[in-house]
């Protein structure tokens, strides 16, 4: 019989591989190749001519691309070499990312989307060619309208903060069919919603106005009802916020901007804790956005790209984004002959990849699933809640004043710890790398919460994996009271050094890269 | 069981603020805010603090010093005190007078230390009694930076009341803190720490230290250019204190003050550092007025503290609706979630500012945040 590793067993000598790989470009040798192929022949040369006679010498190059030039096992090495120094999804447990929703993405749905019937799909090829993702896609609209309450959705935004901008421009259509798009220049949003609830509305020129939370952590309703009035184009948020606290009276707050003439918009980007369990439309919300690359198993970034599916009421269904799929009775076909559509935000049908790996994601789960996955997110996030607030000097933003459950994440704070020991949220971050986890998500800005950071376990990580996560703060914790020089260069056992080196400051404007420009002379 | 408490005022305590000068600290600056016609209100603020002292029927025998350094204010709450500490030069009282009176105090065998004051007094009672003894302190000064003191008069008496009542108070040790005067002729708002005392542990009436708000540069000079770009011709501005506001003006072209007023109209200063008589002739000259203010970071404070010179009558003749709250959101991120105080003399106009407000913090960007009077937070 094999030993189990016992619950919440540190990995006392983990060490990264830290392979001084250099960039690609700066590898290889002049002339070398990963393939060498065969000379076509005469015949073959006789038959297609001079191949490259038809590119115009507008569009041909003087000189070959600098690209590196290397044998197919250095290609293989290096690549081989770069995932040994990544702490991915794949490799180590990332549940400190709260907001994120980190969750397990099946493998085999890759190679769904990596068939050749998806990937050498034109989004312009004939529609009688492509019946089958559209397919898809209608069907998929459907079950996420099922889900929602919505009526119907695109996926074409190309991630969470696009989706929150087609509603915003939908917003704005919205009232301009009503010819009040000029008296309503405010969008409302309150401060524990994902920030792109107030950079997208205001990209396309609104004013945002927002709340910030009373005593118990949730925003103030008197608050809203000074803020909404004639000029608010709509309500845009998030709920749970990024606390994990879920705002029991936001059938209210649609209300009250509703009444006002508004539009309220739901960030469900993280619906992980909700799905089968509360809809947008119940709150009375006219439109709603779920993040495929969260919520629906689909991974984060480069494995495919994201996907803000984006979903409205019958009243807006005439803006959404074009074209739309729609289905005749025999055949599917898009349609972008809709003159209210705000247009395409993004180009062919978005992120198809994805969006089927979401689909594929949602028919194993089933219905019931889904609910399942939502209950066992909460369960496993009060479960580490219990662990973590056990730790000293670890404390739960606004437990105080707000005793309701925590649902898919919880924000906590190291105020006394650090108060006890001068070591910082950012040095915890940095040292418990060493210990083989991801480093946590602290919060968006500004810090409401001090000394912050936010935890979602999801549906798929393992007790004994919450219990490691929970041990490893645990001994960072203690390390800070009895080591705490151990911080200084943190981490130590992974491949790379602080993350960010002293005394640098990102430019986060560009008034403020100008400076840093005129500053340096270059 | 008796409790001794001490008193100490510091009776030239916030005379500088009415009449636009930048704290009270020094011979000269007493002479030209007398000049200027400032009048005394530290006993006042103390004994208004006393009145919730003498109404609990608490046992309590009070110990003080002679004439306006305590005594005027327990007899104004009809308190009968005894007299420890009598200063050299009763009608010009000085630093010394409140160090020597307070090691009397000590010497006394007080129980609890009460004083009214500004960050140059809680400086002298740290200095001369450190964390041997309790304090309860009665905001009275200009400048407000420390974290000793209740958050106004009545407070502070509900807090002494609270603390007899228990017995044995939890406690904590609070920052007393004064403007790095090194620094602000060098143009910085900065401020030095100049000790610790005990005050009682409640969070609700003990106002938070002071912080100099962290925000990014880039930032808060993206608010001021959305604020000056904002302003409407033919309108008069007033200034208030702080580097927020003294970024507008930079953005305006002109150096603001960084402890003080100014009135711009136009884009172009009107008048730099002026005080509340001068501000009551602008606006009524004015077409219309505003007033730009930014509220002191970590406390909160948008009137009543360290820009006593927009007054309640300067508010009132400008119209409320004409406040311009700006801030960027890591200030208001540092107030923990505690609302904006207003703490005028006018405690109608107190009510009337109490609220929601909306703060201005980025261009195009506002937050809808609370206001509250003082005596509303307990």
Not at chain 2, 131 to 150: C, L, N, Q, R, W
């Amino acid at each position: 019989m094999t030993a189990r590793r016992r619950q919440g067993q540190l990995r006392e000598r983990f060490h990264q591989a830290a392979w001084q790989e250099p960039l690609v470009i700066h590898t290889g040798q002049p002339g070398r190749r990963g393939m060498l192929l065969p000379d076509a022949g005469p015949e073959i040369r006789a038959a297609a001519g001079d191949v490259l006679s038809p590119v115009p010498n507008s569009l041909r190059r003087a000189e070959p691309p600098g690209l590196p030039e290397l044998s197919q096992p250095e290609v293989v090495r290096h690549y081989t070499r770069l995932s040994q120094m990544v702490l991915a999804n794949n490799v180590s447990t990332s549940l400190g990312l709260g907001t994120t929703t980190m969750k397990y993405n099946p493998v085999v749905n890759e190679l769904l989307s990596r068939s050749p019937k998806l990937t050498e799909l034109h989004p312009d090829q004939d529609e009688s060619t492509m019946q089958g993702i559209l397919e898809l896609l209608y069907r998929f609209s459907a079950i996420l309208a099922e889900v929602s309450g919505m009526e119907r959705f695109t996926f074409q935004p190309a991630g969470g903060s696009q989706g929150i901008l087609a509603n915003a421009l939908m917003m704005r259509a919205y009232h301009a069919s009503r010819g009040e798009a000029e008296q309503r220049d405010e969008v409302i949003t309150t401060i524990f919603s994902h920030p792109a609830n107030a950079a997208a509305p205001a990209t396309i020129g609104y004013k945002v106005i927002t709340l910030y939370p009373g005593p118990d952590g949730i925003p103030e309703l008197d608050a809203l009802r000074a803020a909404a009035g004639p000029r608010t184009a709509g309500l845009m948020m998030t709920n749970p916020e990024d606390t994990g606290i879920f705002n029991p009276r936001v059938a209210e707050y649609v209300e009250v901007v509703h009444a006002a003439g508004g539009l309220c918009a739901y960030d469900q980007a993280n619906a992980n804790s909700i799905l089968g369990v509360t809809r947008a439309r119940d709150a009375g919300f006219d439109m709603c956005q779920f993040n495929l690359h969260k919520t629906f198993g689909v991974p984060h970034g480069c494995m495919g790209g994201a996907v803000g599916a984006t979903g409205v009421q019958p009243a807006l269904v005439p803006f959404l984004p074009s074209p739309t799929v729609e289905f005749d009775g025999t055949r599917y076909y898009l349609d972008a002959d809709r003159p209210l559509s705000v247009g395409a935000v993004r180009s062919g049908l978005g992120n198809i990849g994805s969006t089927l790996k979401a689909y594929a994601w949602v028919c194993a789960m089933g219905a019931e699933g889904l609910r399942d996955a939502a209950h066992m997110a909460v369960l496993n996030n009060n479960y580490l809640l219990q662990k973590v607030l056990a730790i000293p000097g670890a404390s739960l933003s606004f437990a105080a004043t707000n005793p309701t459950r925590r649902l898919e994440q919880a924000r906590y704070s190291w105020e006394q710890m650090a108060a006890e020991t001068g070591i910082h949220t950012t040095s915890v971050h940095d040292r418990m790398i060493d210990y083989g986890v991801q480093g946590y998500f602290s919060s968006h800005h500004p810090w409401l919460v001090p000394e912050p950071f936010t935890l979602e376990p999801t549906e798929s990580t393992s007790q004994e994996e919450l219990d490691e996560f929970a041990a490893v703060l645990g001994r960072v914790v203690d390390e800070a009271h009895q080591n705490p020089g151990i911080f200084a260069s943190a981490p130590h056992n992974s491949t790379a050094g602080a993350p960010v080196r002293q005394g640098f400051k990102p430019a986060m404007t560009w008034q403020a890269f100008e400076a840093i420009r005129d500053t340096a002379g270059t | 069981m008796t409790s001794m408490v001490g008193l100490i005022v510091n009776p030239i305590a916030g005379m500088g603020g009415s009449v636009g000068l930048k704290g009270t600290d020094g011979d000269e600056v007493v002479r030209r805010a007398r000049e200027l016609g400032a009048i005394p209100r530290a006993g006042a603020r103390a004994a208004a603090a006393l009145e919730e002292l003498a109404g609990a029927g608490l046992d309590v025998r009070l110990v003080t010093c002679a004439g306006d350094m305590g005594e005027n204010a327990a007899l104004t709450a009809h308190m009968v005190p005894e007299i420890v500490f009598r200063p050299a030069t009763p009608g010009d009282t000085s630093s010394d007078d409140t160090r020597q009176a307070a090691r009397a105090m000590l010497d006394a065998g007080v129980d609890l230390l009460v004083f009214a004051g500004g960050d140059g007094t809680a400086r002298d009672i740290v200095e001369a009694v450190g964390e041997a003894v309790p304090v309860v302190a009665v905001p009275a000064g200009v400048k407000i930076h420390s974290a000793v003191y209740a958050v106004n008069p009545r407070a502070a008496g509900d807090l002494l009341v609270a603390v007899l009542r228990s017995g044995s108070a939890r406690t904590r040790e609070a920052e007393v803190m004064d403007v790095d005067e090194d620094a602000v002729r060098d143009g910085r708002l900065a401020t030095r720490l100049y000790g610790y005392l005990r005050v009682p542990d409640d969070a609700r009436l003990v106002q938070a230290g002071k912080v100099r708000s962290r925000s990014e540069d880039a930032t808060a000079d993206l608010l001021a250019a959305a604020v000056a770009d904002s302003m409407e011709p033919g309108t008069t501005y007033i200034l208030g204190p702080g580097t927020t506001i003294r970024r507008i003006a930079r953005r305006l072209g002109f150096e603001g003050t960084l402890l003080g007023v100014d009135v711009v109209r136009d884009g172009a200063l009107v008048a730099a550092d002026v005080g509340e008589r001068q501000l009551l002739e602008h606006v009524g000259q004015a077409r219309s007025a505003r007033i730009v203010v930014t509220p002191i970071g970590g406390q909160g404070y948008l009137f009543g503290r360290g820009n006593q010179q927009i007054s309640a009558r300067v508010i009132r003749a400008t119209g409320f609706d004409g406040v311009i709250v700006v801030a960027t959101a890591d200030k208001l991120a540092a107030l923990a979630g505690r609302p904006l105080l207003v703490d005028t003399d006018d405690e109608d106009l107190n009510r009337m500012l109490s609220g929601y407000i909306p703060v201005v913090t980025g261009r195009g960007r506002r937050a809808m945040y609370p206001v509250a009077y003082p005596r509303d937070e307990r």
